[in-house]
């Protein structure tokens, strides 16, 4: 008799077993949710999945994620970076970092790169709704995970692991508080074709007020694409999402200069608002954070999902080493995670925010600095390595 197929997870009914207890109840089944419960998973833990409200916004996701060296090597180990199709994942073997020009003068550069590092590339630029839906796929499939119904209640669980999202309703309900530097500005997120081949080169300017960084990505042209990510004064950033597609182009134009050659609007527009954001506590009795529902950094260095999945390997990593008689409950268990967490995520919000406010001054003087500076980093070959080093470990 032949052995039955095993239906994946998505498709079984909301068994008693679920019914009964689990082990953790992963609440939001974004990026960093749904990682986290195929690492728990994979450590033999029943983990029950809630998906996030479905959004209401049916638009294109556009979005695209600098995945660093550690987030790669997770996705390895979920089994998910190898069924990526082809195009979805593109390497980025240098980058390209203008300061703002002035007074008919360049602005500083500094540049970066995989063979500087003795890497073999300095990151992955990634399609956000691709590895989503290989991760549900994974999910899908995965023997100790099961995907909750929308209207399925909560099963009981030991542990719950709140990977909603800056906006989590669970962290507001626990009352952690949430202390939130909103920037005033927005991110716009688009995709883009160039007339010129991009050649696995990152590109950012920084031109108080803005950020603007080029994404070299090979859909829907291979070799000739980015994935636009440009942080602006919200004010900016509705007058440029109001434009047609010829005159945001001409836009991009006159902030890049033509660097990277003709560029060309190819997507629908998405924004979202940016802050610096901690929660105040990060793990308690039977719960813990992770992802941008215990942090959130400006998009600059391009470093906020690589922390969330930083989290989720640590936490994975913390429980799979825990003391026999310790319960994956118990509090001391879970501060070892955010202790282990908390100066990372810390520095990285310092960092980003440092550098926002740096370039954000309009004085001539403070942009005559911030030039210089950037020109003597790029001549200091140990202080980039150090640099590189610290965003490829996130």
Partial sequence: MPAARATPSAERPYNRK?????????????????????????????????????RADASPDVRAYALNAGSVNLMRT????DELPA??????????????????????????????????ELAWIVDAAVLERELANAVRFAPHVDRLAPNQPDPPAALTALC???????????GVVFDRQDYGHSAIAARLTTTQPHQGIARQWFRSPDVLALLPFDTPQAGSSYALVWSLPRERAQALLALGAPAFDAELAQ???????ELALVSERAAWPLML??????????????????????????Q????????????ARVLAEREPWRT??????????????????????????????LFAQPTPLVRELRNRGLTLVNSLSPVKRWLTARALDA
């Fill in 78 to 81: 979920l089994k998910v970076w």
């Fill in 255 to 261: 902030a890049t200069g033509g660097a990277a050659g």
């Fill in 18 to 54: 679920v019914m009964k207890q689990v082990d953790v109840l992963v609440r939001g089944a974004g990026i960093v949710g749904q990682s986290l419960a195929l690492a728990l998973g994979r450590l033999g833990l029943s983990v029950a999945l809630r998906p996030d409200p479905p």
């Fill in 328 to 357: 994956i409950a118990d509090p001391k268990l879970l501060r070892r995670y955010a202790r282990e967490r908390a100066l990372p995520t810390w520095a990285m919000g310092q960092l980003t925010d440092g550098l926002l406010q």
């Fill in 304 to 315: 906020g999902l690589n922390l969330g999945l930083a989290d989720v390997a640590t936490l």
């Fill in 87 to 120: 195009g979805a994942a593109t390497p980025v073997y240098d980058m390209h970092v203008q300061g703002d020009a002035h007074d008919g003068r360049a602005g500083g550069t500094i540049a970066f790169s995989a063979w500087e590092q003795q890497v073999g």
């Fill in 164 to 174: 909603e999202g800056k906006a989590s309703a669970s962290r507001e309900a626990l």
């Fill in 277 to 302: 954001a901690r929660a105040s506590a990060w793990s308690g009795p039977g719960w813990v954070l992770l992802g941008d529902a215990a942090h959130v950094v400006h998009p600059l260095a391009g």
